[in-house]
Antibody, heavy 120, light 110 residues
Framework: QLLLQESGPGLVRPSETLSLTCTVS??????????WGWIRQPPGRGLEWIGN???????YYNPSLKSRVTISVDTSKNQFSLKLSFVTASDTAVYYC????????????WGQGTLVTVSS | QSALTQPASVTGSPGQSITISCTGT?????????VSWYQQYPGKAPKLMIY???NRPSGVSNRFSGSKSGNTASLNISGLRAEDEADYYC??????????FGGGTKLTVL
């Protein structure tokens, strides 16, 4: 069974960089077809796509976050990571790592999510 | 403001059918057959219910169905049950390689 697990600090100070890691078990992130990525949800609000990637190098970002976001992959550890720089209170959210059916399609597997609060 | 427009709330009675709409533009829903629907319970991760407009993942009840007409996609739930009460989100691929979501619809089963 495929499992995704987010990890990282639950509290980040304003203007600093948010860093999260997603550990994948039960499947390889180098599997054909699938994309992997991040989606977030501010408390009490809707979902926002952050970005996704294919293990061989193609990466796509939400234009509204593109200047601050980096998604990277470590195939040897079957992990991928999210870095979001210059955070503000509006970046406070539950962050989910997900598997996409393909670059353009829905997400069939989700991590449990991790709450990251931006506060001094 | 979300990229796709959904009603904030929908209410139905057990056994009834309901429809949740998701309105986009010709840059997303109207052009691409990559509309997905998610069900989310409070405090839980979303669950994929429909992908590619009308396909159900394995294990999802056939009471859930999806369709699209023009710039509007729809999720239909038939034979409503108490456990269907949840938030529902639509998403679509949008030109320029992005994915966009609707603001979510709270389904209440009275």
């Amino acid at each position: 069974q495929l499992l995704l697990q987010e990890s990282g600090p639950g509290l980040v100070r304003p203007s600093e960089t948010l860093s999260l890691t997603c550990t994948v078990s039960g499947d390889s992130i180098t599997s054909d077809t699938y994309y992997w990525g991040w989606i977030r949800q501010p408390p009490g609000r809707g979902l926002e796509w952050i970005g996704n990637f294919y293990y061989s190098g193609s990466t796509y970002y939400n234009p509204s976050l593109k200047s601050r976001v980096t998604i990277s992959v470590d195939t040897s550890k079957n992990q991928f990571s999210l870095k979001l720089s210059f955070v503000t209170a509006s970046d406070t959210a539950v962050y989910y790592c997900v598997r996409h059916l393909s670059r353009k399609r829905g997400s069939d597997y989700w991590g449990q999510g991790t709450l990251v609060t931006v506060s001094s | 403001q979300s990229a796709l427009t959904q009603p904030a709330s929908v209410t139905g009675s057990p056994g009834q059918s309901i429809t949740i709409s998701c309105t986009g533009t010709s840059s997303d829903v109207g052009t691409y057959n990559y509309v997905s629907w998610y069900q989310q319970y409070p405090g839980k991760a979303p669950k994929l219910m429909i992908y590619d407009v009308s396909n159900r993942p394995s294990g999802v009840s056939n009471r859930f169905s999806g369709s699209k007409s023009g710039n509007t996609a729809s999720l239909n739930i038939s034979g409503l049950r108490a456990e269907d009460e949840a938030d529902y989100y639509c998403s679509s691929y949008r030109s320029s390689s992005t994915l966009v979501f609707g603001g979510g619809t709270k389904l209440t089963v009275l």
